[in-house]
């Protein structure tokens, strides 16, 4: 099997998984699955790909075996991205704009009042002579960029990416070391 093929069918087994987890758990936890399936999916990859690559065999050295070891799970960070994209902002975009309206709300509470505004600055340890008007305006920018597709997309292929690399690294050590003799 190439490395494309079982990355793609990682990626099909997120979304089964990340859809069948609705109702499971509670909405607010609903990433920490996604997140857990990711994390799946990585593992399982980098076991294949350290497998695939021959690393226990010791026919190459241990950078050939990572390079060939690494890949299902670099494929899998560009499917597994895709994946996550789609799921949030097309298949599930009704979760996703109630989860991004509770945040909303939660953001703005502590701007609700001047007591409440001045409660926040003390606790946050905010500059003095910010309008509150003005500070939540920029809190509520924040959450907004944060939620931009472009950024979600960027920190899941780049998180991904490096636990591919992390992955694949330490089972092709297993491997070769562990599992090789």
């Given amino acids: 099997m190439r490395a494309w093929a079982a990355a793609a069918g990682a990626a099909g087994v997120w979304l089964v998984g990340r859809e069948l987890g609705i109702g499971a758990v509670p909405l ?18 980098a076991v294949y790909g350290a497998q695939a690559s021959g690393a226990h065999l010791r026919k190459v050295g241990i950078l050939e075996s990572f390079k060939h070891a690494v890949q299902p ?6 499917l597994g991205t895709a ?35 001045a409660h926040w600055r003390a606790e946050t340890g905010a500059p003095e002579g910010v309008p509150r ?12 960029a944060l939620d931009h ?33």
């Fill in 73 to 78: 799970g670099l494929v899998y960070a560009v």
């Fill in 149 to 181: 597709p472009g950024v979600f997309i960027g920190m899941n292929v780049l998180g991904l990416a490096w636990g591919a690399a992390l992955l694949a690294a330490v089972m092709t050590a297993v491997w070769r070391f562990v599992l090789g003799g």
């Fill in 133 to 144: 008007e003005l500070a939540r305006d920029q809190q509520l920018e924040a959450v907004k």
């Fill in 28 to 45: 607010a936890q609903g990433a920490l699955v996604g997140g857990v399936l990711h994390l799946t999916c990585l593992t399982v990859l």
């Fill in 83 to 117: 994946a996550s994209a789609v799921w949030t902002y097309g298949v599930r975009s009704d979760l996703h704009d109630r989860i991004q309206a509770e945040r909303v709300a939660a953001v703005a509470a502590p701007f609700a009042t001047d007591a409440s505004y």
